[in-house]
């Protein structure tokens, strides 16, 4: 079966970094998204991966390692407003979104 | 100027009803996606539609309907409501076939069966 695996929840400190773990098995590879989903909102994007390595994009960056079906969102100066859901989702071999359960991240002052 | 936008926000109704869920993008884009998000916050895809046609149809119950007039419209009708379809429902869509690019989401609809 496919499945996405990612940590259900974490605790980070304001202006720290914090990284979330995203392990995935699939029946094929055609990209890693990340969404971002803030409490009662809709999910919004926040990157996609289809080569291995890291893409960063302001205070986000995203790796990926086909070989390791893993990826990881890193998020740097942690602030209050970055306190979301964080969901991990790959496009199989159909180009079917498969999602994970998401990591909720609470971040303390 | 709301790029993908669906109506009610939220929804309460008694077990046995018939509700519907409106959506609309007004982005242009091929193809337009209902998925429901339970309280465990997975995001289950139910239908994808690309331009009219239905293209992705999962394992869901024929009491649910979904209804493409138009590329920039797909509306999900729901018979006879159990307790276990209440659920965040979200409204998608992106360009071209198949989820390849960007999913732009809806607000979401908040269905709640009594």
């Known amino acids: 079966g496919q499945n996405i695996d990612q940590p259900t929840e974490m605790t980070a400190t304001e202006g720290a970094i914090v990284q979330i773990n995203c392990t995935y098995q699939?029946?094929?590879?055609?990209?890693l998204f990340w969404y971002q989903q803030h409490a009662g909102e809709a999910p919004t994007f926040l990157s996609y991966?289809?080569l291995d390595g890291l893409e960063e994009k302001g205070r986000f960056s995203s790796f990926l390692s086909r070989s390791k079906g893993y990826s990881y969102l890193l998020l740097k100066e942690l602030q209050m407003k970055d306190s979301a859901s964080y969901l991990c989702?790959?496009?199989?071999?159909?180009?079917?979104?498969?999602w994970g359960a998401g990591t909720k991240l609470i971040i303390k002052p | 100027d709301t790029a993908v936008s669906q109506t009610p926000k939220y929804l309460v109704t008694q077990m046995g009803n018939d509700k519907s869920i409106k959506c609309e993008q007004n982005?242009?884009?091929?193809?337009m996606y209902w998925y429901k998000q339970d309280s465990k916050k997975f995001l289950k895809i139910m239908f994808s539609?690309?331009?009219?046609?239905?293209?992705i149809n999962e394992t869901v119950p024929n009491r649910f309907s979904p209804k493409s007039p138009d590329k920039a419209h797909l509306n999900l009708h729901i018979n006879s409501l159990e307790l276990g379809d209440s659920a965040v429902y979200f409204c998608?869509?992106?360009?071209?076939?198949?989820?390849?690019?960007?999913?732009?989401f809806g607000e979401g609809s908040r269905l709640t069966v009594l």
């Open positions: 539609y690309n331009n009219k046609e239905l293209i």
């Open positions: 982005l242009g884009h091929d193809t």
């Open positions: 989702a790959v496009l199989d071999s159909n180009y079917q979104l498969i």
């Open positions: 699939t029946s094929g590879f055609n990209g």
């Open positions: 991966n289809v």
């Open positions: 998608a869509s992106s360009q071209g076939a198949g989820a390849v690019g960007e999913l732009f």
